[in-house]
């Protein structure tokens, strides 16, 4: 299988990075304007550089469009004579399927949204196909997604709730990181330690709630004990609005993704 990413920035090559592993994806076509920059990708194996879409999509059984929304109807116009019933997945934020079935009609379309953990394998990409997809194709699609992490199908309702919640979140969880780095500094622990302590933490629990599939709350009701240390710092999360903020957050970019919508619909 030959899969064209139209779009080598942070998201496309890591997208691009998984595909080339995978021993079902005998060439991955990557494509960017500007291709002085990807001197880190030219030895990669399996991957070939281009600044031609038009081709890449030609070429290509599956495409990838990893460009920025500002860029997007440029990018399917270019390729619309190339991908009749041919799958393109759109990671564009706020673009709805009828948009790029208005420029790509006789293609099928997925629209999703993975996170910038597509680096390590570790994504979590929510999709919404069109109508226009087969069983085989649904399968083929899923494949994609698995080479770079796990995935989810959702209505197209949700995709800027989820663009909001998981395709932003990696920057929540940053900051969240960040603020308990600071913290440990400021109780007296070594930078390093403070790193190592709050992305193990993060990840440990995470893992725990998934593996067990635990209500958050159940978990943190075991761990607060009377009078205790983690009721402390729970009770100062609070008085600091901690999970409104977070709901604001999600919701504020939800909204965003709404505005950047309607920009392109215009
Ligand atoms: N970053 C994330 O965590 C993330 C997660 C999920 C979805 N997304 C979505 O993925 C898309 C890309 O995001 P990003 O963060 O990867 O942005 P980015 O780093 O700015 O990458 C976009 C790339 O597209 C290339 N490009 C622009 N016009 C092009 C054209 N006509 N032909 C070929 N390549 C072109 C740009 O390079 P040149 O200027 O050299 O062409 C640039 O490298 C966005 O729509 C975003 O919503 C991003």
Do not use: W
């Amino acid at each position: 299988m030959i899969i064209a990413v139209l779009g080598a920035g942070k998201i496309g090559e890591a997208v691009a990075r998984g595909l080339a592993e995978s021993d079902d994806v005998s060439r991955v076509i990557i494509t960017k304007r500007n291709i002085s920059t990807l001197e880190n990708l030219k030895h990669v194996k399996k991957i070939e550089i281009s600044s031609d879409n038009k081709k890449a999509a030609q070429k290509a059984d599956i495409i990838v469009v990893a460009v920025k929304a500002g860029d997007g109807k440029h990018v399917l116009q270019e390729i619309a004579d190339q991908v009749s019933d041919k799958i393109v997945i759109s990671l564009m934020a706020a673009i709805s399927i009828k948009s790029i079935q208005n420029i790509l009609p006789h293609s099928k379309i997925v629209r999703a949204m993975p996170n910038i953990a597509a680096t390590i394998g570790e994504a979590i990409t929510a999709f919404s196909p069109s109508e226009k997809l087969t069983k085989e194709d649904l399968e083929k699609v899923q494949f994609v997604f698995g080479t770079f992490g796990d995935s989810i199908e959702v209505p197209e309702t949700l995709m800027d709730a989820v663009t909001a919640l998981s395709g932003s979140g990696p920057a929540y969880i940053a900051v969240m990181i960040e603020a308990m780095v600071s913290a440990g500094l400021k109780v007296g622990m070594p930078r390093d330690t403070a790193f190592k302590l709050a992305t193990k933490t993060l990840t440990g629990t995470a893992n725990l709630l998934s593996a067990k599939g635990m209500h958050p709350a159940e978990l943190r009701d075991s761990v607060t004990t009377p009078a205790g240390t983690t009721i402390a710092g729970l009770y100062e999360l609070e008085k600091g609005s901690f999970r409104t903020s977070i709901m604001n957050a999600v919701e504020a970019a939800t909204l965003a993704a709404q505005k950047v919508a309607q920009k392109f619909e215009s």
